[in-house]
């Protein structure tokens, strides 16, 4: 089971990027997928959550509005569009898979805002 995250790299305050995370070596569609962020000496916080059908979603509020989680179920991907960014949002950003006691996690992608 492997969680595969990539699309990070560095970005200028109010640019653009777009995260993906593909499941390998199992099928994501029961899985509940989230992504996480962890900043240099703070802990890992939740960022953005979408149910196994994509039919619902819900957002940390320091992202909300600037975020946008979605999935691609028979494309065994989840996504994280994320606009307007701040410097404040740099962190390692982490996919997430969790199905009753099944838990799995992505290496990271580095996504850095820096003029």
């Given amino acids: 089971v492997q969680l595969v995250e990539?699309?990070?790299?560095?970005?200028?305050?109010?640019?653009s990027l777009r995260?993906?995370?593909?499941?390998?070596?199992?099928?994501i569609s029961t899985y509940?997928?989230?992504?996480?962020r962890q900043a240099?000496?703070?802990e890992r916080e939740l960022v953005a959550t979408?149910?196994?059908t994509g039919g619902s979603t819900d957002y940390a509020r320091s992202?909300?509005?600037r975020f946008t989680i979605?999935?691609?179920?028979p494309n065994n991907t989840v996504f994280l569009q994320m606009n307007s960014l701040t410097?404040?949002?740099?962190?390692?950003?982490?996919?997430?898979?969790?199905?009753?006691w099944r838990n799995f996690w992505g290496q990271g992608t580095q996504v850095t805002v820096s003029s």
Avoid: H
């Fill in 19 to 27: 995260l993906s995370c593909a499941g390998s070596r199992f099928t």
């Fill in 40 to 42: 240099p000496g703070k």
């Fill in 50 to 52: 979408i149910s196994s």
């Fill in 70 to 73: 979605s999935r691609d179920n």
């Fill in 32 to 36: 509940a997928m989230s992504w996480y």
């Fill in 6 to 15: 990539s699309g990070g790299g560095l970005v200028q305050p109010g640019g």
């Fill in 87 to 100: 410097p404040e949002d740099t962190a390692v950003y982490y996919c997430n898979a969790r199905w009753s």
């Fill in 63 to 65: 992202v909300k509005g």
